[in-house]
């Protein structure tokens, strides 16, 4: 992956609120990772309005550093791999099958982002977007050991082919995604971005979607749906939003998100509002 110049490395620690040194250790890792995923929220909105998404890191920086907006798994794990890169961890990006609420049957195609670091402690996965149940903290990469981290429980367990991650939702174990470890390059990511961009069929086109881990819990944005539940998994507010004002008010006030005001924006929101 291209290496960010250290202007682009400043400009990221300000953004997450980062403070002090940042050696490549496991603890400047799991304070990254918690002040990124409580700085930057996940969201669609780029191919939900047409708006090119670009994996580069001029783009990166514009968008998710510069502007009060997010992105999905491709941009949160694209300039968290670069910045690692640049403060010295050892990085290697990976690709994953999305499992969760999909039949058991089911095996779809590679379309998520996710990294390994390599540290003295052994190996960890780092993950800042996967959107309503994404990792606040690091995963060993350990078989059958419950992981506690800030905003829940995980998992790792052994496939024929890889790994599966899952996650303690409520009473019960859900499976999140698979993967190996295989290395991945930014073209590979650039295709599959590309794909869930156009495809017809892709989620994104057609779904609301917005997510932040905050001090106070974990907050997500599901078309019209808004739900803060709290650390461990309990619903402390559900609600429908009742339209475009709610709308725009909880983005700005809850995930940091301010879109472009546009007469096509709108009608485009109200739209998948209506449909929602």
Not at 92 to 112: F, G, I, N, Y
């Amino acid at each position: 992956m291209p290496a960010p110049s250290s202007d682009f490395r400043v400009r990221y620690l300000q953004r997450i609120g980062y403070e002090g040194q940042a050696p490549a250790t496991l603890a400047t890792l799991q304070k990254l990772l918690a002040l990124h995923t409580a700085s930057l929220p996940f969201e669609n909105f780029s191919p939900l309005l047409g708006e090119p998404v670009s994996l580069q890191l001029p783009a990166l920086q514009a968008k998710l550093l510069d502007s009060p907006r997010g992105g999905w798994c491709f941009e949160h794990n694209m300039l968290l791999c670069s910045v690692l890169q640049q403060l010295g961890f050892e990085v290697t990006p990976l690709a994953a099958r999305v499992l969760w609420k999909q039949s058991s049957d089911v095996r779809p195609a590679r379309s998520h982002m996710l990294l390994q670091v390599r540290l003295p402690e052994g190996l960890f996965l780092a993950d800042a977007g996967f959107g309503a149940v994404t990792l606040s903290a690091p995963l060993a990469l350990q078989i059958d050991s419950v992981q506690q981290t800030l905003h829940g429980a995980y998992r790792l367990s052994a496939e024929p082919d890889g790994y599966s991650v899952w996650a303690l939702l409520g009473d019960d174990w859900s499976v999140l995604y698979q993967f190996d470890l295989q290395p991945q390059q930014l073209a590979d990511f650039d295709v599959l971005c590309w794909y869930l961009c156009h495809h017809p069929q892709s989620r994104f086109l057609n779904t609301i979607t917005a997510a932040r881990l905050r001090a106070d819990g974990r907050h997500t944005l599901r078309d019209g749906r808004y739900t803060w539940r709290d650390e461990d998994g309990s619903v402390i507010t559900q609600r429908t939003l009742s339209g475009m004002a709610d709308l725009l008010h909880v983005l700005q006030h809850t995930f940091g998100i301010v879109l472009p005001e546009s007469a096509a924006t709108n009608a485009r929101l109200q739209q998948l509002l209506q449909q929602a």
